[in-house]
């Protein structure tokens, strides 16, 4: 029986990224990821300013700061609870999620 050697994550990391090709490969995605980040975040105060309301007026609709409204357009991710109740408060009344596999679309209600 062959025991191995425990090898921290961040190390196995660190080892991956000393290959040029790797570390490049890595830096495209996290660019990538940077801007999906940033669009989402435009999406929701776009959506937001096309029901013509204010952070302040979404923030009083949710119970939460007008701080809190910023962060959640600003946040890379959130729960699909968290996004349909920011939804509604912007006046959507069927949220849903709309996801195409196999050039299928499948209609996912939030």
Same mark, same amino acid.
């Given at each position: 029986?062959?025991?191995?050697?425990f090898v %921290?994550?961040? /190390?196995?990391?660190?080892?991956? =990224?000393? /290959?040029?090709?790797r570390a490049?490969?890595? %830096?495209?995605?996290?660019?990538? #990821?940077?801007?999906? /980040?940033?669009?989402?975040?435009?999406? =929701?105060?776009?959506?937001?300013?096309? +029901?013509?309301?204010?952070?302040?007026?979404?923030?009083?609709?949710? +119970? &939460?700061?007008?701080?809190? &409204?910023?962060?959640?357009?600003?946040?890379?991710? #959130? $729960? =699909?609870?968290? $996004? %349909?109740?920011?939804?509604?408060?912007? +006046?959507?009344? %069927?949220?849903?999620? $709309? &996801?195409?596999? +196999?050039?299928? /679309?499948?209609? &996912?209600? =939030?």
């Amino acid at each position: 029986m062959t025991t191995s050697e425990f090898v %921290r994550g961040n /190390d196995k990391v660190a080892r991956a =990224l000393q /290959d040029p090709d790797r570390a490049a490969r890595v %830096r495209e995605i996290r660019d990538q #990821m940077r801007t999906a /980040d940033e669009a989402y975040g435009a999406t =929701l105060a776009a959506i937001r300013k096309a +029901g013509a309301l204010t952070q302040e007026q979404i923030a009083e609709r949710l +119970g &939460v700061t007008q701080g809190a &409204v910023s962060q959640m357009e600003r946040k890379p991710d #959130m $729960l =699909l609870s968290t $996004l %349909r109740n920011y939804l509604i408060a912007v +006046g959507a009344e %069927r949220p849903r999620l $709309l &996801v195409t596999i +196999g050039g299928a /679309d499948i209609d &996912v209600a =939030l």
